[in-house]
């Protein structure tokens, strides 16, 4: 069992940075693929980036087109935690950001290959 905690949301103006982390509890954080995904009001919950598991430091990572080039995801297994560095914000941005666990290890897209998730951090863009 995984239990994930966001943190890091808040406001910023367009154009703006903010660092998401998830903190997560359980074990074997280190052979999990983790996600981040968010949902706008109205909208579905959609794909934002991932990272994979890796034996050798050497990690596979995924993006949406749409944040391709200015959002940054990053772990580190020693403090069992994951981060999205979001740099160059748009209002576009603004939503509910989740973090996930796929416990595969794998890393993909789809929202129905993760098992856990944490209860969201909200991210408002001012322009």
């Known amino acids: 069992q995984v239990q994930l905690v966001e943190s890091g949301g808040g406001s910023v103006q367009a154009g703006g940075s903010l660092r998401l982390s998830c903190a997560a509890s359980?074990?074997?954080?280190?052979?999990?693929?983790l996600g981040w995904f968010r949902q706008a009001p109205g909208k579905e919950r959609e794909f934002v980036a991932v990272?994979?598991?890796?034996?050798?430091?050497?990690?596979?990572?995924d993006y949406a087109e749409s944040v391709k080039g200015r959002f940054t995801i990053s772990r580190i297994n020693a403090k069992n935690t994951v981060y999205l560095q979001m740099n160059s914000l748009k209002s576009e941005d603004a939503a509910v950001y989740y973090c996930?666990?796929?416990?595969?290890?794998?890393?993909?897209?789809?929202?129905?290959?993760?098992?856990?998730w944490g209860q969201g951090t909200q991210v408002t863009v001012s322009s």
């Open positions: 990272i994979s598991y890796s034996a050798s430091n050497t990690y596979y990572a």
């Open positions: 359980g074990r074997d954080f280190s052979s999990y693929g």
């Open positions: 996930a666990a796929d416990h595969r290890g794998v890393g993909t897209r789809e929202i129905l290959d993760y098992e856990y």
